[in-house]
Nanobody
Framework: QVQLVQSGGGLVQAGGSLRLSCVLS????????MGWFRQGPGKDREFVAT???????RYSDSVKGRFTISRDNAKSTLYLQMNHLKPEDMAVYYC?????????????????WGQGTQVTVSS
């Protein structure tokens, strides 16, 4: 049974940093594409970051240069380091997995989701 269990998040002032973690179980960590999405109040779920099948990272324009996606294969863990947070970054953040090595830049192609974690940024 595939599970994605998230941790991290919380409340931070604008300009601050947070790190999100997502632990994968039930599946080999290097088999698939993983990424991060977020959903703000009253908004659709949107792409944040992912590892492309080539090994390169991809980011949405709104977080490029501030967020960094990384992974620890030994711990089967995906991370999202978020720096220089802005009030508009406030959302529930989700990690996601798509079978195989296809791109994961749209929520409708994800096969599994983490439980979500709230990120609140105060101005």
């Amino acid at each position: 049974q595939v599970q994605l269990v998230q941790s991290g998040g919380g409340l931070v002032q604008a300009g601050g940093s947070l790190r999100l973690s997502c632990v994968l179980s039930g599946r080999a960590f290097n088999s698939d594409t993983m990424g991060w999405f977020r959903q703000g109040p009253g908004k659709d779920r949107e792409f944040v970051a992912t590892f492309h099948w080539t090994g390169e990272s991809r980011y949405s324009d709104s977080v490029k240069g501030r967020f960094t996606i990384s992974r620890d294969n030994a711990k089967s863990t995906l991370y999202l380091q978020m720096n220089h947070l802005k009030p508009e970054d406030m959302a529930v953040y989700y990690c996601a997995l798509r079978y195989g090595l296809q791109p994961l830049t749209a929520p409708n192609v994800a096969d599994y989701w983490g439980q979500g974690t709230q990120v609140t940024v105060s101005s």
